[in-house]
């Protein structure tokens, strides 16, 4: 019996070598993820979970019932995706300041943008009888944080800085601040600081990333605070005697841009929109290399788990069938030509099965990352035959 159990105790034995000798070859054939499996911000297998993102609450996706209908469900869902709503409470407005420029007026003037937030904004007048067409500016973001609204409304009575600052910056617009050339015209406009933004900085480029975590720790947003903020300031601004609350527009310039589309998607006191350098696909960004995939900057646009539901365009193409202007160049860097192209026709699509088509408009420039003369001409031609020719009343 001992000598039994001994051969069998060997047969056992060389049994389980051969078996983890076999795993032990398998495991050295199979692969495997390693070291340098996140490489430019993204994992290796993103192609695979970009090709997933099918947008089934677009309404190209089809089978949404009517378009009215469509348009309060992905409203809905956008705006879920912000997050904490803030205290709504009045606005109780205060002219602080005044500046005179010649046919309009120059104001500060502080409101309560938000029951957290009593807020430094400008504001243009002119001096013509009203009430007046008018636009909201959303200013860019730039990486420069020391000025804000001041990158489109020429400052008054600052410190020396911010006013030689903000001359500096025009010069990214043709040497023109775009809200006075507006104002000249006959449009009140209005411009707001971002959180983070001149009057309301202190965090940077560096503090962006703290920032929106510690926003979202709170259950807050910092993309769904500059969205819900937007949505105050077009309320205050469509409010305003001066102001006819049927013809308010949004203009702005790369995150500004972003913005311009994304609040006349939200917002009925926004009546139509000038978008520039800011439009593309979710997944025209995501290559490696892209600067949205630095992170920081990108928090000022990131709404968790939209991206599930919906593209850019298509939060886009609430807006439908209001007038909407795109206006991008097809040398910028941050978004390929191809993606800007994709992005338009997925709107025109839109606009044109409302019956819509010729309220968009949709162009290419040849231009790097910029608002430069001649985008600005066809803006403001654009919105002067929408609000000063055809719709004055």
Known sequence: MIIKTDKNMRKLIC??????????????????????????????????????????????????????????????????????????????????????????????????????????????????????????????????????????????????????????????????????????????????????????GGGGYAGQQALAANLFGMGSSFAGLIAREDLRAAEFLATRPEVDAGRVAAMGHSVGGYRVWQLAALSEHISAGVSVCWMTTYKGLLYPGNNILNGQSFYTMLHPGLSKFLDFPDVASIACPKPMMFLCGNRDKLFTPQSIEDAFAKMKKVWESQQAGDKLVAKLYDAPHEFNLDMQADAFAWLDNLFLFHNKK
């Open 15 to 200: 049994f389980v070598f051969l078996l983890l000798s076999a795993s032990a070859v398998s495991a050295q054939d199979s692969k495997f993820e390693m070291p340098g499996v996140i490489h430019g911000g993204v994992p290796v297998f993103y192609e695979s979970l970009s090709s997933r993102m099918d947008y089934p609450l677009s309404w190209l996706h089809g089978n949404h019932g009517r378009f009215r209908s469509w348009r309060i469900k992905a409203r809905n869902k956008v705006k879920e995706s912000l997050l904490a709503d803030p205290p709504a409470v009045a606005f109780e407005p205060e002219i602080i300041a005044e500046e005179d420029r010649g046919t309009y007026v120059a104001r500060k003037i502080v409101f309560n943008l938000t029951g957290d937030s009593r807020t430094l904004a400008l504001m243009l007048v002119p001096k013509s009888s009203g009430p007046h067409p008018a636009v909201l500016l959303l200013h860019d973001h730039g990486a420069r944080f020391d000025i804000g609204k001041e990158k489109v409304i020429e400052p008054f009575g600052d410190t020396p800085e911010k006013m030689a600052s903000a001359q500096e910056w025009k010069m990214k617009f043709g040497g023109r601040f775009i809200g006075d050339e507006l104002a000249k015209r006959g449009y009140v406009c209005l411009s707001v600081d971002m959180l983070n933004w001149s009057d309301r």
